[in-house]
């Protein structure tokens, strides 16, 4: 039997729209990942990957929360409590480590990319998702975007030598990404708004407009986005490798 943590429908959409866009993630995973894996954050993140066929001897999913441990009766697989920028598992403990798209929800990520490095094995490879123009999402938990220039530091500092770091979308997909959110922003759906962000009368006379105009730019957007620049895009795929 397999508990799943706790998802909104909107926050189920989020995930399912992110694995569509996702193939070149899954095809590191099948490339880089084997031996024992940490994916920090990865909620139920390990069921998808099982149905992608990804290898691996055994897997645990690190979580802050309880109500966002998945439960499964599964040998290969644990679910821990834990804190991401402070682990307690020792040095060099994982083959492969993931984190997917978590970067943005810790107050202090330089921390949790240090720690990822700090209990990877040498030759044991890191594979990260990390957005530069994510929408803000489970608020208030969303703190940063990210660019190429701090990922290549933070992964420098880190002791960690970059395999792959792609660009996934671009301006244009980014565009339609925004336009799509701004439904889930407009009527204030969990995790996308909160009391503190006020409308104007302007918003509400609009409105209608406003909902019109993004309908149409969402398919247009995504044509463009078949030849997309790469200065602005969703996410980059990161793979690192730990070498000593």
Not at 111 to 116: F, Q, S
């Amino acid at each position: 039997m397999t508990t799943h943590p706790k998802k909104t429908p909107v926050a189920a959409f989020a995930y399912w729209a992110r694995n569509l866009r996702s193939g070149e993630m899954f095809r590191a995973l099948r490339e880089y990942c084997s031996g024992d894996v940490l994916d920090v954050g990865g909620r139920d993140f390990y069921l998808t990957a099982k149905d992608q066929g990804v290898n691996f001897k055994s897997w645990t999913t690190l979580e802050p929360c309880e109500d966002t441990l998945l439960k499964i009766a599964d040998d290969k697989f644990r679910s821990v409590r834990g804190d991401g920028c402070r682990m307690d598992f020792k040095d060099n403990s994982f083959d492969t480590i993931l984190n997917i798209q978590v970067l943005e929800h810790v107050v202090e990520p330089f921390l949790m990319v240090k720690e990822i490095a700090r209990v990877l094995r040498p030759s044991g490879y890191a594979i990260l998702l990390i957005p530069q123009t994510s929408v803000q999402h489970e608020l208030p938990a969303h703190y940063y975007n990210f660019t190429r220039s701090w990922i290549e530091e933070a992964l420098s500092r880190s002791g960690l030598v970059t395999i792959e770091l792609k660009p996934l979308g671009g301006v244009w997909s980014s565009m339609a990404s925004h336009f799509v959110y701004f439904f889930f922003k407009a009527f204030r759906f969990s995790g996308y708004s909160l009391p503190v962000h006020k409308r104007n009368v302007l918003f509400y006379v609009f409105f209608p407009l406003m909902l019109v105009y993004a309908l149409v730019s969402i398919p247009i957007c995504l044509l463009l986005s078949f030849g997309d620049l790469t200065e602005e895009p969703n996410n980059y795929l990161v793979v690192a490798r730990k070498t000593i």
